[in-house]
């Protein structure tokens, strides 16, 4: 999942792209217009982790690349499993307000409490659906999931664990960022660890 050396190239790549990476911030990043809230509730085994589900409009569909594209329309079919599928790592540019790594690996042990607890797999329906956004804060970390594509998608909680502990720990001010996300290598979904 990791990728250094593409890390490197990606942000040189995405100084002069428009993409959720090169805008600075991750909070000036309008990811979710429009947002229509689901359904709330806590994991974890303390149930501090608040978990949102919620349906976005004019979500800027980002590339491996770090290009935006348009959006899809809905294909149906049986989810796809994409636990376990690869993603490159983008960092947000320059160091501080990140979240803080204690809050971040809440939210990773309560994913992988739940996994234990309720199983490894959760769905993520299509993009343009209700449930195309999943979102976990603790403190003042916060991450999510974004469905991109045009189908349901199955994830693991174990992979997404490991996601936020590995984008809290290196996209962090220690190497000149403040967060960051990873793009599945065909832009169909992204996970995004920002500042809550």
């Given at each position: 999942?990791?990728?250094?050396?593409?890390?490197?190239?990606?942000?040189?790549?995405?100084?002069?792209?428009?993409?959720?990476?090169?805008?600075?911030?991750?909070?000036?990043?309008?990811?979710?217009?429009?947002?229509?809230?689901?359904?709330?509730?806590?994991?974890?085994?303390?149930?501090?982790?608040?978990?949102?589900?919620?349906?976005?409009?004019?979500?800027?569909?980002?590339?491996?690349?770090?290009?935006?594209?348009?959006?899809?329309?809905?294909?149906?079919?049986p989810p796809v499993n994409v636990?376990?599928?690869?993603?490159?790592?983008?960092?947000?540019?320059?160091?501080?307000?990140?979240?803080?790594?204690?809050?971040?690996?809440?939210?990773?042990?309560?994913?992988?409490y739940d996994e234990q607890n309720?199983?490894?797999?959760?769905?993520?329906?299509?993009?343009?659906?209700?449930?195309?956004?999943?979102?976990?804060?603790?403190?003042?970390?916060?991450?999510?999931?974004?469905?991109?594509?045009s189908r349901d998608f199955i994830?693991?909680?174990?992979?997404?664990?490991?996601?936020?502990?590995?984008?809290?720990?290196?996209?962090?001010?220690?190497?000149?960022?403040?967060?960051?996300?990873?793009?599945?290598?065909?832009?169909?979904?992204?996970?995004?660890?920002?500042?809550?």
């Amino acid at each position: 999942m990791q990728y250094l050396a593409l890390l490197t190239a990606g942000l040189s790549f995405l100084a002069s792209s428009a993409s959720a990476a090169s805008l600075g911030s991750a909070a000036s990043l309008n990811v979710c217009k429009n947002e229509v809230v689901a359904s709330e509730t806590f994991i974890g085994k303390d149930h501090n982790v608040k978990l949102t589900t919620s349906h976005c409009d004019g979500v800027p569909q980002v590339s491996s690349q770090g290009a935006v594209f348009n959006k899809r329309q809905h294909t149906p079919g049986p989810p796809v499993n994409v636990c376990g599928n690869q993603c490159d790592t983008h960092c947000f540019n320059p160091s501080g307000g990140g979240p803080n790594e204690n809050d971040c690996a809440v939210i990773a042990d309560a994913l992988l409490y739940d996994e234990q607890n309720t199983g490894d797999l959760f769905n993520v329906t299509y993009n343009g659906s209700p449930g195309d956004k999943v979102t976990m804060q603790y403190g003042s970390c916060l991450t999510y999931f974004l469905n991109q594509n045009s189908r349901d998608f199955i994830y693991c909680r174990s992979d997404w664990s490991s996601l936020v502990t590995w984008l809290s720990g290196d996209c962090n001010a220690a190497n000149n960022a403040h967060g960051g996300l990873c793009v599945a290598t065909d832009g169909d979904w992204y996970i995004q660890v920002q500042h809550a």
